[in-house]
């Protein structure tokens, strides 16, 4: 299985307080990896390793390397706007801008100083299909994001990022603010997109875990306990502790 | 109980305070409009709003302000062409650029700009920015539209880049987060997401500082000139319609002529016009406060 | 490419229009400064005004600023402070409060001249005050008076909520609360806004033109209803003259008016430092 991130000797602090501690992880391409473990324990922190979104804090320190397709992203020579690029990112609460939708989807393309109307249309309509939105958009495409439900938001999100044509999706809880039914849509528009990306997903939940991931990593206090295929870390864990997580001993 | 009636007592009293503040709006409303009515029956209104000749003080008299509009007009049109970017500029830097740290010494730092009485911008701009102008600007008057129109827009820089500021930093995080995370520079957060997410604080502080530019008075009374010319020349003298009011003021104007009563009138155009800008400038702001509160 | 060139210009120009003001702003003191020189001595502080510019003074211009500012003081500061707490801590949230925080928000954004005409209506003239220093300072509080109600209100905001609700919880009435909890610990912010406040006052000219300062005065004033100049008027005559003479002096008048303006703000926004500090709630 060929690996996009290499993670070595991950250690990640805010201020004087220890986040992560010494992680040592591959996640495979294209396929989707879940990161489970209890609240606080330092999931959303390694998410944000891999496209320096920690950088934003001011009192953030890390040691160690991670690895892109071979090169060390923390290395200083990094572009960093680029590498975004390359590793997209979906929030817990989605954030669309302020502007219409089709605004929201040309935005990443805009900044990258894409000015063919053509283009920008193309790339709009595919990323709205791609990302299962298309048909209940597409004749309102100059409407406010805003005027969107929840999951609609979440989905526009979803194809704001992948109109850059990232490597990399990250998904940081993404249906923790979602209903039911506009988390199904959203768990099924995950496993669709693992052909054409590499995909990282941070949960809380690990039925959802268990339902979209390919592998699964278990982090508890800022250390990586497990990583594994699903199946088998679910249903035959190596570690006591994966086990007691996974039963709901602890939580 | 005593207590009891005590505290309805004082709950009046306070109230009564309170009520100055409306009785200070009615008192400048109906000193304005009781000699502004009188003016009006002897001066058609036509004549004040598109005449283009102003010389109540002379002996031939001609009752049309607008060279007077034009004056105020031209000096703050000036300064707000320094204030506005000057102004937006220094926001963003602030809001994005700085830690909390310097924020919290810098943001009050550029109030310092507003604070000094505007007698000493007045004298700052008659006899040392005209002067200096005077040698890289040719044909430039000892007294002129552009000079205080400059240190007027240094004035107010600080209303446009502190309301400004206030409307950047309130956008929330979420969104700064989602522009980076696809791959936006900083100033291109801001440019592109923060701007245009805060425009209705941007812009009522734009309002804020265009009243305050055209409400000035002594800046423009020492260093315009107080020459009623209709013009859009920023090198020539021109008149305000605030120098006017002090000219009048200064002079032996008996009381109930017309030439006194010209100061209501314009006044009444004063007042109306910053009036307008501030409602409006107020409303536009907590229009902002409530979407992002 | 560009994107990369406007993420370092875009913040330099920032950083520009920040700094740039202030440099102007020190420049022009600078000059003012060195125009002053050998004008300010004790001589010029204690002097009248003269039609011989060497011998001219500011003596009654700052006297008669003192005693403007007193008078602003005692009417802007209860109004002030006592409309704040009435808006603060009393008032319902109904339409009349909303009327009474736009009109105010309105007063804040009046230019100067207006309140003069004001006080030259209602003043000078109908309450019959001449151009008097009673005159003179009511005009200059209703002016501040938007400027002490805010800080009024800030300062009373920003204590905490637990105050009052622990003497509440003891049987005190809102006054009793007000009056012995909460305005004390609002005392030092407005103190500062109200320094601030006299400080605006302090370099007022326009208004007191209006209700007809002086230009040329060669006495004190003596009691309220005396007529009366002030330091911004008397710098405002000099600068009018074209003699190089009163230039000078005029030049001194705005130092010393700047140095008062910036000694009141410094000790404002020093207090509004230790303010911060010592609460900590």
Known sequence: MEMTFSVKNLQAYFDKNYVLKNINLEIPRRAVTAIIGPSGCGKSTLLRCLNRMNDLSADFKMDGQVLLDGGDIYRTKTNVTDLRRRVGMVFQKPNPFPKSIYDNVAYGLKIQGERNIRKLKEAVRQSLQGAALWDEVKDALHRSALQLSGGQQQRLCIARTMAVEPEVVLFDEPCSALDPIATRKIEDLIVSLKGKYTIVVVTHNMQQARRIADYVAFLHWGELIEFGESRQVFENSREQMTRDYINGTFG | ?293 | MTRRVMDKVGPALGLLAVVGGLVVLLVLIGRAVIDSWGVVDWQFLTSFPSRNAEKAGILSAWVGSGWVLAVTGMLAVPLGIATGIYLEEYARDNWLTKFLEINIANLAGVPSVVYGILGLGLFVRALAMGRSVLAGGATLALLVLPMVILAARESLRAVPASVREASYALGATRWQTTWNQVLPAAGPGILTGVILAMSRAVGETAPLVMIGALTYVAFLPTNPLDSFTVLPIQIFNWVSRPQKAFLANAAGGVVVLLGLTLLMNSVAIVLRQRFHKHLRW
């Open chain 2, 1 to 293: 109980m005593l207590a009891r009636q005590a505290e309805y007592w004082i709950e009046a009293g306070l109230f009564l305070a309170a009520l100055v503040s409306v009785l200070v709006t009615v008192g400048i409303v109906g000193v304005l409009m009781v000699e502004t009515w009188q003016f009006f029956a002897e001066v058609s209104v036509v004549e004040f709003v598109t005449g283009t000749r102003w010389t109540p003080l002379f002996v031939n008299k001609h009752f049309g302000a607008l060279p007077l509009f034009a004056g105020t007009f031209l000096t703050s049109a000036i300064a707000m062409g320094v204030a506005v970017p000057m102004g937006l500029l220094s926001a963003m830097y602030i809001s994005e650029y700085l830690s909390e740290g310097w924020r919290a010494w810098v943001k009050p730092g550029l109030e310092i700009l507003a604070a000094v009485p505007t007698v000493v911008y007045g004298y700052f701009a008659l006899l040392i920015v005209t002067p200096f102008l005077q040698r890289i600007v040719p044909g430039l008057s000892g007294f002129n539209a552009l000079s205080p129109g400059l240190v007027m827009g240094i004035m107010i820089m600080p209303i446009v880049s502190s309301l400004s500021e206030d409307a950047l930093h309130a956008v929330p995080t979420s969104l700064r987060e989602g522009a980076y995370a696809l791959g936006a520079t900083r100033w291109q957060v801001v440019t592109s997401v923060l701007v245009p997410a805060a425009l209705s604080g941007i812009v009522s502080s734009f309002l804020l500082g265009a009243a305050r530019a055209i409400g000035e008075t002594m800046i423009v009374a020492i260093a315009a000139g107080m020459q009623p010319v209709l013009t859009l020349d920023p090198l020539g003298p021109i008149q305000t319609v605030t120098a006017y009011i002090v000219q009048v003021s200064l002079g032996d104007t008996p009381v109930g002529t017309i030439e006194y009563k010209t100061i209501f009138a314009v006044g009444m155009s004063l007042f109306l016009v910053t009036f307008l800008l501030n409602i409006v400038g107020y409303f536009m702001r907590n229009k902002f406060r409530e979407i992002y509160d």
